[in-house]
Structures are given as structure tokens and as C-alpha cells.
């Protein structure tokens, strides 16, 4: 039986995954640079929508089985993050003002009509795997948050400057989400590192957010074969 990583060396096994997180991919990389034309932001925009949308249903499925308190009390924070609460309209509505900054309408956004099927099938496998696993195998699966917050500063650093056209007020989600990712992350790295101890668990855990990185991943796939290669799901059939 191979030797437990050391905290220390777990966290730095599981940072390391960022190689593969999906800023690096090509679709995220052209956006990022000012390459894509106002139809593939708009497409990114509607697809990713469904995914925002899916967040808090399966923080719902961490909290249904956890039977913790204290854990839930934090986590359902999360929920409300999304969701909103009080004066706080959420990341869900402050995703679709930058669907209108685009020049998306607040009602063919939440229709869904723009929704690939590669997108929608990675969304829901996520889901499904939340609500199988156990909370702590869910939360682990969220921990490609310790990614986000670098994503969310080059969106707000390049896209006003690539993208003159996006009414800036649009731009919220990426603020909001700056400190929101930062707590989260803390959380969930907590919950990992202190459930996961043994080699097996621990690579069990990797194994976890490898699957997480693969649905993000997944879903640009799709999107690059539709709004890039113009080559949407179904369009050869007769």
C-alpha cells in the first residue's frame, strides 16, 4: 500500500490540475484574446447559462446528503450566491444582464433554445454525479473553483478592451464572483483535504476533479464545433 500524500503535498497534486482547467482551451483561449466573433460570445453566453443554472441544483444534492450541519450551514451559501437572497439578486441574474450586454434577450436565454446537446448532456451527467456520490465527493468535484478567479480577472482585464461593444454593465458575474470563488474555494479545499487521507482516497479525489475539469472541457468542445467550425449537432442530417 503506497504512502498517504502529506496535506502539503495533496493540495499541490490537486493545484497541479489546473493545467487542465478550460481556460486552456481553444475556444476559451480565442475568446480571452479577441478573436471570437460577436455570434460564438453570444453562443458561449446562452450554453454557459444552462451551467450556471446547474450549480446551485447540485449544491442542493451536496446538501440533501449531508448530514453535517455545520457543513451545511456554509455550503448553502453557495445557493444563495446563485440563486439570490434579499437585496442580492444573484449570480443566475447577474448572468443574464451580461446575456443582454451581448445582445442575447432575457427570454430566448431562459428558453434554453441556444442550449447544445454536448453542453446540456455535461451539465446533467454533473448533476447525476452529485447526487450518487457522497457530499464530500460532490464537494470535491467542485474544487475547480480553485481555478475561477483567474479566468474571472483576465475576462475583466481583455474583454473591454477586445470587445468595445458588450455594455460593460454586463460584466457583475466576473466581479462578484472574484471574492465569492476565493471563500469557496477555502471550503471545499478544507472538506478535501481533511476527508481524503489514505493514497487510494486521495487519488480517488484527483480522479474526482478530473471528471469536473472533463465536463467544463466537454462543454467548449461543443461549443467550438458549432460557433467555430459551424458544424452544430444534427446540421448534416437530412
Given amino acids: 500500500m503506497e504512502k498517504p500524500f502529506t496535506k502539503e503535498e495533496f493540495e499541490v497534486k490537486l493545484r497541479d490540475k489546473g493545467r487542465l482547467y478550460h481556460i486552456h482551451h481553444p475556444f476559451q483561449v480565442a475568446m480571452n484574446s479577441g478573436q471570437s466573433s460577436r455570434e460564438q460570445i453570444r453562443g458561449w453566453v446562452a450554453n454557459r447559462f444552462y451551467y450556471q443554472t446547474t450549480i446551485p441544483v447540485k449544491d442542493a444534492a451536496i446538501l440533501a446528503n449531508c448530514r453535517d450541519r ?3 450551514k456554509e455550503w ?4 444563495l450566491d446563485h440563486d ?7 449570480g443566475i441574474e447577474a448572468w443574464l444582464r451580461l446575456a443582454e450586454a451581448v445582445g442575447l434577450s432575457r427570454e430566448e436565454v431562459l428558453s ?3 442550449v447544445l446537446p454536448g453542453v446540456r448532456f455535461a451539465c446533467d451527467a454533473y448533476i447525476n454525479f452529485c447526487r450518487g456520490a457522497s457530499w464530500q465527493e460532490a464537494a470535491c468535484s467542485s474544487l475547480t473553483e480553485l481555478f475561477a478567479p483567474d479566468i474571472h480577472k483576465r475576462r475583466l482585464k481583455n474583454w473591454p478592451e477586445h470587445y468595445p461593444w458588450i455594455d460593460t454593465e454586463g ?11 476565493r471563500r469557496d474555494v477555502q471550503h471545499g479545499l478544507d472538506i478535501t483535504l481533511d476527508h481524503f487521507k489514505s493514497r487510494e482516497q ?3 479525489a484527483l480522479e474526482i476533479l478530473q ?4 465536463v467544463l472541457w466537454t462543454m467548449l468542445d461543443a461549443m467550438q464545433m458549432a460557433y467555430e467550425l459551424e458544424k452544430p449537432p444534427f446540421h448534416s442530417c437530412p
Fill in 171 to 181: 460584466y457583475n458575474y466576473f466581479r462578484k464572483r472574484l471574492s465569492e470563488a
Fill in 202 to 204: 486521495q487519488e480517488h
Fill in 84 to 90: 439570490g437572497f434579499g437585496s442580492d439578486s444573484g
Fill in 70 to 72: 455545520i457543513i451545511r
Fill in 211 to 214: 471528471f469536473k475539469l472533463n
Fill in 76 to 79: 448553502i451559501q453557495r445557493i
Fill in 112 to 114: 434554453e433554445e441556444h
